[in-house]
């Protein structure tokens, strides 16, 4: 089936600094979602992409389908941005079956 | 702007008894709705999605069933729960992207 390789499993920054998560797809995938888990458990939206790049204030992704890799780059990480990060990716064949990624711990410490 | 429900927050249930398990999505009418499952430490996995009334697909079979009664409310249910069903439902709107309601922790016992 379609896999989607996500990395690091797990990541620790220091406040100030930055890094990028990566989704490596084994297919061409059509579309690929970034989301953040909230203290829930449910998934927050951060980012759709069908193509390129796109920033949303210290949060920047990017996603290549001919490479079949997605990125998402934190910079200037801040304490709240600890928690786990998923990346999810559609083939697009039929209906928008999502394949995600095992996720990656964001740890940010002082 | 559209919100989704889920019900309940979460639900403890033994073994061989019914499960019923409710989403909603208040603002958007025909909506395609999806089903999730995760297992404690497992990787999300879709379960059914339905893009009108009365039609459910199945994407993969845990022994649940899924239903459309309503334009706007998508169930999941089985008559037995298993020990495997345990696990955290989401249930998601797509528009084209993808948004998750809260979720429904449920535990097997």
């Known amino acids: 089936g379609d896999q989607v390789e996500q990395s690091p499993s797990a990541l620790s920054l220091h406040e100030g600094t930055g890094s990028a998560l990566r989704c490596n797809f084994t297919?061409?995938?059509?579309?690929v979602q970034w989301f953040r888990k909230n203290s829930r458990g449910s998934l927050i939206n951060l980012f759709y992409?069908?193509?390129g790049t796109k920033e949303n204030g210290r949060l920047k992704s990017a996603f290549d389908s001919k490479e079949r890799y997605s990125t998402l780059h934190i910079r200037d990480a801040q304490l709240e941005d600890s928690g786990t990060y998923f990346c999810a990716a559609e083939r697009g064949s039929g209906y928008n079956k999502l394949t995600f990624g095992k996720g990656t711990v964001l740890l940010v410490s002082p | 702007a559209q919100t989704i429900h889920q019900w309940p927050v979460a639900e403890i249930k033994a073994v061989g008894s019914p499960l019923s398990l409710g989403c909603t999505i208040k603002?958007?009418?025909?909506?395609?709705l999806y089903w999730y499952w995760q297992a404690t430490g497992g990787t999300l996995q879709q379960l059914f999605y339905s893009i009108t009334v009365g039609q459910v697909e199945s994407v993969v079979q845990l022994n649940l069933s899924a239903s459309r009664p309503k334009d706007d409310q998508f169930i999941l249910s089985t008559e037995k729960l298993l020990l495997s069903h345990s696990g955290f439902y989401l249930c998601a709107w797509v528009p084209e992207e993808q948004y998750f309601g809260p979720g429904t922790r449920l535990t097997v016992l």
């Open positions: 603002g958007k009418s025909s909506p395609n």
């Open positions: 297919t061409t995938m059509r579309a």
């Open positions: 992409l069908a193509s």
